[in-house]
């Protein structure tokens, strides 16, 4: 059976050599963009391939369309069948940031249409923690096909977005650090606040003391709270630039709550429109 959501250091070590399963290491620092792959040439998971934020797991930013904008999907597809993944592979995930990164390849995936793909409880860290092998040798991937197509439920537009802000059937939540979503200490966008109506869940709230992600009860209970119980179909997640909200996306997966989308372009494309309504607070 495919692990769709999270899978343990223990699970995955015990694959670590299967042809079938395909490691991505994730690492990735927003403030210094080469942190992650120098770590990674330190030292990996054995076999894992480098996922890097901004040049696999981007696209070309035009200053309007935000931070970390997605690949066109032709251009996406291509790497992950140059990376050698094809519909029967099982693809882990894993950062060194509770997930942050490694959430953004397990989301874009499944909205390619790849399903057989899970991120790493813990991370990095666990992994580490569990005295298991790691390797500086970097592998050279069999080139495959990828034959996925993007889902256009499973995200939403900026003007489609705008268009329903009043209309309150949407659920948007806010993956930022509550002080940011507030208007308070912004150091990466060039406007301060959040999109109104938006509530704050911070994606660090997902996970426990040890770093990894709370119970589908916990994470239920916390997204219900927040969601006033709508469906999960109504509910909007975004952060800064599209990236963590994808952590809460996988939250609500294993809380059960299967459904909602994404908003890619997030705060950083939201406010580079000066007409857009912003609000602090």
Known sequence: MPFETLVTAEDLAAHVADPGWIVFDCRHDLADTGKGE?????????????????????????????????????????????????????????????????ARLWWMLRWMGHRSVAVLDGGWDAWRRSRL????????PSPLQFEG???????????????????????????????????????????AGHIPGARNRFFKDNLDAEGRFRSGEQLREAFDSIAAGGPASEIINQC???????????????????????????WSEWCSDPLRPVETG
């Open 38 to 102: 120098r770590a990674y040439r330190e030292s990996h998971i054995p076999g894992a391939r480098f996922a890097h934020l901004d040049r696999d797991l981007s696209g070309l930013k035009t200053g309007r369309n935000g931070r970390h904008p997605l690949p066109e999907p032709p251009a996406f597809a291509a790497w992950l069948g140059r990376m050698g993944i094809d519909a029967t592979k099982q693809v882990v995930a894993y950062d060194d940031a509770g997930g942050a990164f490694a």
């Open 133 to 140: 092998p790691t390797s500086p040798e970097v592998p050279i």
């Open 149 to 191: 197509r993007p889902d256009p439920s499973m995200i939403i537009d900026a003007a489609t977005l705008q268009t329903h802000l009043d209309s309150g059937v949407l659920r948007l939540i806010d993956a930022r650090s509550p002080d940011r979503f507030r208007g308070e200490n912004e150091t990466i966008d060039p406007v």
């Open 240 to 266: 800064g630039s599209g990236v963590t909200a994808c952590h809460n996306l996988l939250a609500l997966e294993i809380a059960g709550l299967a459904g909602a989308r994404l908003y890619p372009g997030s």
